[in-house]
Structure formats: structure tokens, C-alpha cells
């Protein structure tokens, strides 16, 4: 059985970083295509960042793009998500996703991802 596991959430000032991780086990780690999502109170879950499956491919939302970087270790079973120049408008739950699709022609989503972790709250006070 599949488990993500995130960790590396926290509450930071606007302006700041956080370092999000997800530790995968129970599955061929390098089968996933790798994603981001959050989900903020009253707000519908959205996608933030996605990476291939030897991670040298990468996609990202508008909004955090220029401040978010993706990466993943494929020998260690973990994805990250660093994040930048930290806004109020980023205090979400983020969730860490396991899929096997990477659309050409279509932007990702959360239909595409099958496997979730638990979430990771991050909390920006300005």
C-alpha cells in the first residue's frame, strides 16, 4: 500500500520560506509523477506544482511561479516543495500527490493524481 507522508509545514512571516518534503513508501517511487496541491479554508483544492518522473520536467500555478521550485530524490523516495517570498494568500493545507500521467496537452489536475498524503498546514502571518 501506498503512503505519502508530508512534513515541513509551519506558520512563517509574509516573506519567508518554507521547505515542504513527502516521504513515499510502499510503491515504485519512480513510477509517480509528483505533485503539490493546497487547500485553503472555504476554497476548492488546487493544483501548485508537479514534477516528472525523473523530475526534470516541472509545471507550476501562476501564482506561485517564480517563488515555488519542485524537486524530487528519486534514490531517497522524496519530493520536495521550496517556497519563497512566502504571501498571506499561501496559508493552505498543502498535500503531496503520487500519479502516473504528465498531459502534453493540458494542464494537471487533481483527477490525475491517485495517491494522497494527509496534508501539511502552512500558516504566513503578514
Known amino acids: 500500500q501506498v503512503r505519502l507522508v508530508e512534513s515541513g509545514g509551519g506558520s512563517v512571516q509574509a516573506e519567508g520560506s518554507l521547505r515542504l518534503s513527502c516521504e513515499v513508501s510502499g510503491g515504485p517511487f519512480m513510477s509517480y509523477v509528483m505533485g503539490w496541491f493546497r487547500q485553503a479554508p472555504g476554497k476548492e483544492r488546487e493544483f501548485v506544482a508537479a514534477a516528472s518522473w525523473s523530475g526534470e520536467a516541472t509545471r507550476y500555478a501562476d501564482t506561485v511561479k517564480g517563488r515555488f521550485t519542485m524537486s524530487r530524490d528519486n534514490a531517497k523516495n522524496l519530493a520536495f516543495l521550496q517556497m519563497n517570498s512566502l504571501k498571506s494568500a499561501d496559508s493552505a493545507v498543502y498535500y503531496c500527490?503520487?500519479?502516473?500521467?504528465?498531459?502534453?496537452?493540458?494542464?494537471?489536475?487533481?483527477?490525475?493524481?491517485?495517491?494522497w498524503g494527509q496534508g501539511t498546514q502552512v500558516i504566513i502571518s503578514s
Open positions: 500527490a503520487a500519479g502516473s500521467i504528465w498531459p502534453m496537452e493540458r494542464p494537471l489536475d487533481s483527477a490525475d493524481f491517485r495517491e
